[in-house]
């Protein structure tokens, strides 16, 4: 990708993640980049088009990520527990506004974007547990995409599900993410990856 045209994607991103999508201006995008609003204009005509390569950019560049090279060498008990550390530092970070413009503005680009999410985020966990399983850590015996699905299912609704089982204190502790992390591991693990676990979650 021209470095230009990322420097665009990757600042309306940071903008729009902070603010919303609607707050954000062509004005703010160029003015944080250091470039002119004709310049901006050159690559991206409409503010619809941008959003669009913006989360295009967004499923290629995960926040978190199991396939990544840093923990592609860490075995698959030590990834998820990453996975919980990232959890735990994102934890009441999240700000919502620009999921409520993709909503309300872009349906037709929230709903392809958010079925993108979703896949990616599946296929991630389900490299994670079909790892464990190579490894040992993990039994033979489950049924990867059910599990695989249960997480993914969790986490991207917990946040704004129409049944508040979670007050906003709860979602935003540590304890309920501590408690899922120990219960889905606990779950899934042969004795071996049990014996592992009980050494290095604490």
Not at 27 to 32: E, L, R, T, V, Y
Not at 70 to 95: C, M, R, T
Not at 105 to 111: A, G, M, Q, T
Not at 117 to 137: P, R, T
Request: proline share 1%; glycine share 4%; with cysteine.
């Amino acid at each position: 990708m021209e470095k230009q045209k990322e420097n665009i994607i990757v600042a309306s991103w940071e903008l729009f993640l902070q603010h919303g999508i609607r707050r954000v201006t062509m004005d703010d995008i160029a003015m944080k980049i250091g470039i002119s609003k004709k310049t901006l204009y050159q690559y991206y005509s409409h503010k619809k088009d941008l959003v669009e390569e913006v989360l295009a950019w967004e499923i290629e560049h995960p926040l978190f990520s199991f396939q990544t090279k840093e923990l592609e060498i860490l075995n698959a008990i030590d990834q998820y527990l990453e996975f919980f550390q990232f959890i735990k530092q994102v934890i009441g970070k999240s700000n919502q506004c620009m999921e409520y413009d993709l909503k309300k503005y872009f349906p037709d680009i929230w709903e392809k974007f958010k079925e993108q999410k979703q896949k990616k985020f599946q296929q991630d966990i389900q490299y994670n547990i079909e790892k464990g399983i190579k490894e040992g850590f993990y039994r033979q015996e489950i049924n990867v995409e059910i599990i695989s699905k249960t997480l993914v299912l969790f986490y991207l609704n917990l946040p704004d599900s129409e049944y508040k089982i979670f007050s906003q204190d709860e979602m935003l502790g540590i304890q309920l993410h501590q408690e899922i992390t120990s219960y889905h591991l606990h779950g899934i693990c042969t004795n071996k990856g049990i014996a592992y676990l009980e050494n290095n979650f604490k």
